[in-house]
C-alpha cells in the first residue's frame, strides 16, 4: 500500500533496490522466489502520484505478486544495463512489458545516462555536424533537446527520429530476447499507435511514447506473446486527476500523465491476458523448456 507522507500532498514510494541492481524501484520491496509476475516500463508502470499503480491493481485481480520495475523516464537503456533486473524477469512466470518511448537510450546521435535515461549527456560528432547552430551543452534532457532540433531545423529532424526507430527497434529486440518466454507487451498512451510520425513546423514533440508507431509494435509480434493496447477512455480523461496525489509544485507533470482512473482501466485489460500466460505456463517454464532462460 502507498499512502500521502508528512510532506502535504505527496506519496511515500518506498524505494527499494533488488539484488545488486543501482535503480530505486517503487516499494514495498517484493520477494522474488515462487511466483510472482513482472511488470517492467516506465513513469506509469512506476505509477507516479498514484496511490495504487496498475501493477499493484493487477496483483490484487489475479492474487499472483507483481512486482513493480517501473522507472520514472525510464528508456530501454536502463533495463538492458541492469543484468539483476533482467534476471529477475527472465525468472517471473509471466512478465508485462511497457512500450517506451525512442527518445530516451543512447544511440548514433547521441547518450544519455544509463539509469536516469532522460539525462542528455552529450551529442556525437555525426549530431554536431547535422545541427551545427546548437548549443548542445545547454541542455540536460532529452526532451528539451530535440524539441531544439526540431524548432532549429524541422527539416532535418526525420533524420534524427529515423536514427531513435531503428535504434528502438534492435534494442527492443535484444530486451525482449534478455527477458525470456514471451513477454506481453502494453502500449498505454492516450492515443492509438500512429501509423507514422510526422512534424509540421513550429509542432511539439507530444506526448509518450515518443516516436513509436504501429509497425514497429508489428515487427517485434513475433517475440511476445500478445501485445496489449490501452488507450485511455474518454471518462478516464476526464476524471484524469480524481485520486492522484502531488503538490502544487508537480501538477503540471501530474497532468500529463494517464491518471489514476486510467491505472484501474489498465489492471482490468491486463488481468484476463495475464491469467491466461499464467494459465499457459508463463515465461519462466517456456524459458525452461527451451533449455536456455531465453526465447527460441
Known amino acids: ?22 535503480i530505486a524501484f517503487r516499494g514495498p520491496r517484493q520477494s522474488c522466489e515462487g511466483r510472482y509476475v513482472a511488470c517492467l516500463g516506465g513513469t506509469e508502470t512506476y505509477g507516479r502520484f498514484v496511490p495504487e499503480p ?41 512478465c508485462v512489458l511497457q512500450v517506451m518511448g525512442a527518445q530516451n537510450m543512447s544511440n548514433r546521435f547521441y547518450t544519455v545516462h544509463p539509469r536516469r535515461n532522460d539525462r542528455f549527456l552529450r551529442a556525437s560528432d555525426a549530431l554536431a555536424a547535422l545541427y551545427p547552430e546548437i548549443d548542445f551543452t545547454e541542455h540536460a534532457f532529452t526532451r528539451g533537446m530535440l524539441q531544439a532540433l526540431l524548432e532549429a531545423g524541422p527539416d532535418r529532424f526525420p533524420l534524427v527520429v529515423e536514427e531513435l526507430q531503428a535504434a528502438w527497434l534492435a534494442r527492443m529486440r535484444s530486451l525482449l530476447s534478455d527477458l525470456g518466454g514471451t513477454p506481453i507487451l502494453l502500449w498505454a498512451a492516450s492515443f492509438t499507435p500512429p ?32 501485445v496489449v493496447t490501452y488507450v485511455r477512455s474518454n471518462m478516464a480523461a476526464f476524471t484524469a486527476m480524481e485520486g492522484m496525489v502531488f ?9 500529463q500523465l494517464l491518471g489514476a482512473p486510467a491505472h484501474a482501466e489498465i489492471a482490468e485489460l491486463l488481468a484476463e491476458r495475464v491469467a491466461q500466460d499464467l494459465a499457459a505456463g508463463g515465461s519462466m517454464e517456456k524459458g525452461r523448456r527451451a533449455g536456455t532462460g531465453l526465447s527460441p
Open 1 to 22: 500500500m502507498t499512502w500521502a507522507s508528512g510532506d502535504r500532498g505527496r506519496l511515500e514510494y518506498f524505494p527499494c533496490r533488488y539484488g545488486n541492481s543501482r
Open 54 to 94: 496498475y501493477c499493484a491493481q493487477l496483483e490484487t485481480a489475479i492474487g499472483i505478486p507483481c512486482v513493480n520495475f517501473g522507472v520514472v523516464n525510464a528508456g530501454l537503456d536502463a533495463f538492458l544495463c541492469d543484468s539483476t533486473i533482467l534476471a529477475l524477469a527472465a525468472g517471473a512466470e509471466a
Open 195 to 226: 501509423e507514422r510520425v510526422s512534424y509540421e513546423e513550429g509542432a511539439t514533440l507530444g506526448s509518450d511514447p515518443l516516436f513509436v508507431t504501429r509497425a514497429m509494435l508489428e515487427a517485434l509480434e513475433a517475440r511476445v506473446g500478445q
Open 247 to 255: 503538490s502544487d509544485h508537480d501538477e503540471g507533470a501530474a497532468e
